[in-house]
């Protein structure tokens, strides 16, 4: 059971935009900071957006990032084929003297 | 361009301790303000933390894991290891070692290497 939750799964057509949503607790989004991986098939994660809501050089500003109180919402718009991938949240979480923690991702599918 | 590699046996016994080393290129790992992390990913699941070190050798590590892992640093080498005891079936994973900035977050990963414990 992740610490932070996601829909397993999300869906749209190319060019429709989709938002992915992350879960958490007053002890890691409720004060701290947002990151989101995206992880295409057989490769290792990327960082797509942290710190809330900035995207590292080379990430499409396609993708955004949101935080409100507890949550944290990724954005993709204008949705393309090769945005097909997993999609996972993190946040420092400070119960049990602090520890990393991932949603348990979101496997984004394109129609 | 920073380049991470993981390296070390890809099969290891139930009880035995797993051991796992990453070598950095491109960057020095005594560069300040980056964590050197091991993360792992179960066949199918999410990504789960397995701790740091940072360049000053301060460690942190996932409480899950209680006290059985070891990260370790070979600045001779540019090198960060991991050592995890007492391994079980459930210790099966993709281990990733990874780069943290205290700017952004994991922005260095390797391609990831597939340790499997079975007797």
């Known amino acids: 059971q992740s610490v932070l939750t996601q829909p397993p799964s999300a869906s749209g057509t190319p060019g429709q935009r989709v938002t992915i949503s992350c879960s958490g607790s007053?002890?890691?989004?409720?004060?701290?900071?947002v990151n989101w991986y995206q992880q295409l098939p057989g490769t290792a994660p990327k960082l797509l957006i942290y710190?809330?809501?900035q995207r590292p050089s080379g990430v499409p500003d396609r993708f955004s990032g949101s935080k409100s109180g507890t949550s944290a919402s990724l954005a993709i718009s204008g949705l393309q084929s090769e945005d097909e991938a997993d999609y996972y949240c993190?946040?420092?979480?400070?119960?049990?003297?602090?520890?990393?923690?991932f949603g348990g991702g979101t496997k984004l599918t394109v129609l | 361009q920073v380049q991470l590699q993981e390296s070390g046996p890809g099969l290891v016994k139930p009880s035995q301790t797993l051991s796992l080393t990453c070598t950095v290129s491109?960057?020095?790992?005594?560069?300040?303000?980056?964590?050197w992390s091991w993360i792992r990913q179960h066949p199918g699941k999410g990504l789960e933390w397995i701790g740091y070190?940072?360049?000053?050798?301060?460690?942190y590590y996932n409480p899950s894991l209680k006290s059985r892992a070891t990260i370790s640093v070979d600045m001779s080498k540019n090198q960060f290891s991991l050592k995890l005891s007492s391994v079980t079936a459930a210790d099966t994973a993709v281990y990733y070692c990874a780069r943290k900035s205290v700017t952004t977050d994991f922005d260095y990963w390797g391609q990831g290497t597939l340790v499997t414990v079975s007797s």
């Open positions: 070190i940072y360049y000053s050798g301060r460690t």
């Open positions: 491109g960057g020095s790992i005594s560069s300040a303000g980056y964590y």
């Open positions: 007053s002890s890691n989004i409720g004060s701290n900071t």
């Open positions: 710190s809330n809501n």
């Open positions: 993190a946040a420092w979480d400070d119960s049990l003297n602090g520890r990393r923690v």
